[in-house]
């Protein structure tokens, strides 16, 4: 994802309608993509990292979101990561903040505070792809 903030986007970014796009084909960084989508609040499952797996709404809103390019005539056409080699920062640092915060969680559970408990779950991102973090985290 090229976020705004990135100092080397200095001039080369806009913001426009989306209906400008209309009758394009567009390249979504897949990885960056489905991580928001997923940790959108108005989609986020709360005891997602307590259960495991996928969320059970994943097909309906990758459908639903696709479908949304498409009533505006665009073609999205995602494009997934390649293997990160070379990288030196830790690519499995969202994941170790999600298994700190899942485990604060599984803490409070065991200790009968189920209110906290589920909120505290609902902390925890969750990352299909655990190197793709945007640097701009408000988006999220």
Known sequence: MISPNDDWTLGLTESSKIDELAGCTVAIDA???LNRLLNDPQWKEPLLPALGGLPFAMKRLIQDDVNRFRSRNITPFFVF????????????????EAVRVTSDAWELYNQSEA??????FGEA???LFPGTLCRDKSTY
């Open 81 to 96: 990561n390649g293997l990160d080699f070379g990288k030196k920062d830790n690519p499995f640092r969202a994941s170790d």
């Open 125 to 127: 991102r969750t990352y």
């Open 31 to 33: 990885a960056d993509h």
């Open 115 to 120: 209110e906290r408990a589920v909120s505290t």
